[in-house]
């Protein structure tokens, strides 16, 4: 069976890493990313994930979304990728907890 890849597709794709971040991340607290290596790089691998999939999204779809930080997203991919041994923790520990859940709730709504 084909699956298109289309937006549908890659929002979809996105809505499951951001379900999988708030599920996981809930009940964490700033220091357990700075103990559990495990749930670092796997919190940081959903977080390229996301961008990596929103990029693949069509600029229609982006523009009908304006109110979503695309750009932002992008931008802390870049950070993760490019400067990962420098990540600053309370960044990616804030936007797990605050920033996730509200993009979980937009995206939710995007469709």
């Known amino acids: 069976m084909d699956n298109p890849k289309n937006d549908s597709y890659f929002a979809q794709k996105i809505r499951k890493d951001l379900s999988f971040v708030v ?6 607290h700033e220091t357990d990313l700075e103990t559990n290596e495990i749930l670092l790089d796997s919190m940081l691998f959903r977080l390229i994930q996301i ?5 693949k999204l069509s600029n229609t779809y982006k523009e009908e979304h304006a109110s979503i930080p695309w750009l932002a997203i992008y931008g ?5 990728v490019h400067d990962y041994g420098n ?16 993009l979980l709730k937009s995206i939710k709504e995007a469709n």
């Open 51 to 55: 961008s990596e999939n929103a990029k």
């Open 76 to 80: 802390l991919r870049n950070r993760i």
């Open 87 to 102: 990540v600053d923790l309370n960044i990616i520990y804030s936007t797990l907890k605050n920033d996730i859940p509200a």
């Open 23 to 28: 599920e996981h991340t809930h009940a964490i």
